[in-house]
Each structure stands twice: as C-alpha cells, then as structure tokens.
C-alpha cells in the first residue's frame, strides 16, 4: 500500500511524504501498477514543475527501492506552488477514491 502523508499550515499545503508499493493486490490486473505509475507520474510532475516555473526553494528525495518520495517547501510558497500542490493533492484524492485500499491511504497532517 502506498501511504500519503501531506503536510499542511492553516489549509496550504507544504510538503508530502509517500512511502510504500501499490503492490499488496493479488494480481496487477487489479490496479496495482496504474495505480503505482499514476502516483509516481503526479509526484514527480510536482517536483519537476515547481523547479520549472517557479523560483520557490524546496527539498526533495526519493528512494525508489523503498518506495519512498519527500518534497517539502523550504520558503515561502508561490501562488504557482500552491496551485501545483492543490492539483497535486485532488489528484491523489482521486485516486484513492477510484482504488481505495489496498492501494493507498492518505492523510492530512496539520504542521
């Protein structure tokens, strides 16, 4: 299961963590694999797009064995970010609508 973990301060988004596989499914014709390309092609669009378009600082890791990604902004978030962030998020939201467990949990974390 991918487990979602974003980071939030009086409703703005300001960083996430996801760790784990969408790999616990019986079989990947249950979903498995969209459901893992998916959160990796909206996490890495993240990241890639706030250093594309934006100027705002951030840190980010990722340990692809372990299933494991950290963005977090380390300045003041742009209205770009903050956009791209929101974006992020409701699509992830999606996804756990479309899946549910066993593929992924998130929750919001105040920060």
Known sequence: MIHVTVYADSGVYRGIHLSGHAGNADSP?????????????????????VEHFTDDRFE???????????????????DESRLLMNSLV?????IADAYGEPYINIQIEEV
């Open 60 to 78: 980010a890791e990722e340990d692809e064995t372990a299933g494991d990604f950290r963005f977090r902004f380390t300045s003041d978030i742009s």
């Open 90 to 94: 409701f699509g992830l939201m999606n």
């Open 29 to 49: 014709l249950d979903g498995q694999e969209l459901v893992c390309a998916a959160v990796s092609a909206l996490t890495l669009n993240l990241a890639n797009s």
